[in-house]
């Protein structure tokens, strides 16, 4: 009878076994296995329908995005940093587009347009969208993350980080000495790099690019660290994961004065987070919703709403921007551009 309720399908086949093996042997009990299996079919008929009512909760009201359409032609710039000018107009996205069906695990983008791609498989590879041309670069595998700085500097995260250097044929491993294991990397505009560790204290270290030497930044508060993302001017933004891994927010280091404040903005996955050139920040609350929060107004506009239920299957796992305001992300079903208009 125990299973009706833990297990409610397991109950129901016990039951019918339990029957058949009383009904054999002529033994006692009957009624007991009688009333767990009834109670087993009730409590699987309560769970299919709560399951039911969920699905249906989950889609909520929005409107589902069209279809992507397939391209190779994507715009890029730096996920992190850039000095090009920032797009003027009204901000609005269209709908996203293909690019590659490969699930990655992360996102850069270069002032050049190359695209950069974490792939836990080939580690770090380096796509032209206006060739199509795929190139692994020279990192080793189990790279979680990615980014680029504004010399065109690769930067890889899986287990220490690792720079390539514009022009080299060989990573170097830099000097993250406390760095248990790396979970997410990003570099600002004067090329100081951050890391975040996964084990440990969930600690965020910062490689000063003057002195060579990594120092602990003061978060309070941070319960996981499982994605940073430096703006041009060097403010911090970390995704903090409780252990649940539900509902991770947004908290935000202020380089100037070393504040650490709360940002407003949905909470949502344990990655998804970008910033642009004139300092918007950009949020996955999960992997069909996107979230931007202006810099000049403080103001959040939901720019994307693509349900589970769509066609585009459509996801958000790691994101960058390009100097024209575009969005990049990437997930279990490859790389998406998600265009300015």
């Known amino acids: 009878m125990v299973f009706a309720f ?7 086949a016990l039951g019918h076994v339990a029957l058949w093996q009383i009904k054999k042997h002529n033994q006692p009990g009957r009624q007991l296995a009688l009333i767990g299996t009834v109670l087993s079919y009730v409590m699987t008929v309560l769970l299919i329908v709560a399951l039911v009512v969920w699905l249906l909760m989950s ?75 795929r190139e692994t670069l020279p990192f080793r595998s189990g790279v979680h993350s990615v980014a680029v700085d504004q010399s065109g500097n690769v930067y890889g995260c899986g287990g220490d980080v690792w720079k390539l250097t514009k022009g080299s044929s060989t990573p170097e491993k830099l000097p993250f000495t406390s760095l248990e294991s790396c979970k997410d990397v990003s570099v600002d505009a004067a090329g100081n790099v951050y890391a975040a560790s996964i084990f440990g204290a969930h600690q965020v270290f910062k490689l000063d690019a003057a ?31 409780p252990p649940s891994l539900i509902g991770s927010s947004t908290l935000r280091l202020d380089a100037a004065t070393g504040e650490q404040t709360t ?64 969005l990049y992300c990437v997930g279990l079903n490859g790389l998406w551009k998600v265009p300015r208009k």
């Open 6 to 12: 833990v297990a409610p399908p397991a109950g129901i």
């Open 211 to 241: 002195s060579g030497s990594a120092t602990v930044l003061p978060l309070t508060g941070s319960q996981e660290p499982t994605a940073i993302e430096a703006d041009a001017e060097g403010n911090l933004y970390v995704v903090n994961t």
């Open 59 to 133: 889609r909520d009201e929005p409107t589902p995005a069209a279809a992507p359409t397939s391209t190779t032609a994507p715009s890029a710039a730096p996920p992190t940093t850039t000095t090009s000018t920032a797009p003027t107009g009204p901000l609005a996205w269209g709908t996203p587009e293909q690019i590659l069906t490969e699930e990655q695990d992360d996102v850069a983008v270069g002032l050049d347009g190359s695209v950069y791609l974490a792939d836990q498989d080939r580690g770090v590879i380096r796509y032209d969208p206006a060739s199509g041309t």
């Open 263 to 326: 940002v407003d903005i949905p909470k949502g996955s344990i990655k998804g987070i970008a910033t642009d050139s004139s300092g918007n920040l950009y949020r996955a609350a999960n992997p069909w919703q996107l979230y931007m929060r202006d810099a000049a107004t403080g103001a959040v506009k939901l720019i994307l709403d693509d349900p589970r239920n769509s066609a585009s299957r459509f996801d958000c796992k790691g994101m960058a921007t390009d100097s024209q305001g575009n």
